[in-house]
Structure formats: structure tokens, C-alpha cells
């Protein structure tokens, strides 16, 4: 049992800020890279920031240097700093999980229900 708890997703004007969370939890073993994605309206999902299980945070490059990462509490905690919004960050923003066992052998790939971010111009 994995499940993915996800909030902080608002209305915003351009130039504000947001900070989102994913609260991460496990019945079994999950040694866990931990990651947010987003979707605009009639776009695919796209990778936005992660961290992986050795805390090394990556960005997109449209949100490098607006947007960092960051994990608490034993990594049960995945948080999203999001700086200087623009209207095209608006969409919704997905945390996922990808669960590994002692032996390195990937488990399974978990999803958040997602949190709505809208920015206006």
C-alpha cells in the first residue's frame, strides 16, 4: 500500500509564488525517488523537478532557477518551491513515487491525484 497525499495548488497572479506538497507513506519496504509533473490544458505530462533516493534534485529547464525541490522528514515529505509564476506554469502538478526494493529492483510507480495550479496574467 503507497499512498500519495498532494497539496498547496491555488490561484495565483503572474510574478507570485506557491509552494506545493506531497505527503508519501508505505505499508512495505520503499526505498523512494520522488518526483512532480505537470499538465496544461490539452498537453502530455511533463517532468517538473525531482529528487532521487541519494537527494541529487534535477529541474526542467523551463522552471530551472524559479522552482526547487526539496525532501523532509526521512523523504516522506516532498516540497515544491515555486518562484516568479508565469501564466504557461499553469496546470496541474502530479507528485509520483518510484518505489525500489533492498535489492535495487524497481516495485512499482505511484501517482498523486494532482493540485491545480492556475496563474493569471
Known amino acids: 500500500q503507497v499512498q500519495l497525499m498532494e497539496s498547496g495548488g491555488a490561484s495565483v497572479q503572474a510574478g507570485g509564488s506557491l509552494r506545493l506538497s506531497c505527503r508519501f507513506s508505505s505499508a512495505t519496504y520503499c526505498d523512494n525517488d520522488m518526483s512532480w509533473y505537470r499538465q496544461g490544458p490539452g498537453k502530455e505530462r511533463d517532468f517538473v523537478a525531482g529528487i532521487d533516493s541519494d537527494g541529487v534534485a534535477t529541474y526542467a529547464e523551463s522552471v530551472e532557477g524559479r522552482f526547487s525541490a526539496s525532501q523532509n522528514r526521512g523523504k516522506t515529505i516532498l516540497e515544491l518551491q515555486m518562484n516568479n509564476l508565469k501564466p504557461e506554469d499553469t496546470a496541474m502538478y502530479y507528485c509520483?513515487?518510484?518505489?525500489?526494493?533492498?535489492?535495487?529492483?524497481?516495485?512499482?510507480?505511484?501517482w498523486g491525484q494532482g493540485t491545480q495550479v492556475t496563474v493569471s496574467s
Open positions: 509520483k513515487a518510484d518505489c525500489y526494493d533492498t535489492s535495487w529492483n524497481l516495485k512499482g510507480t505511484f
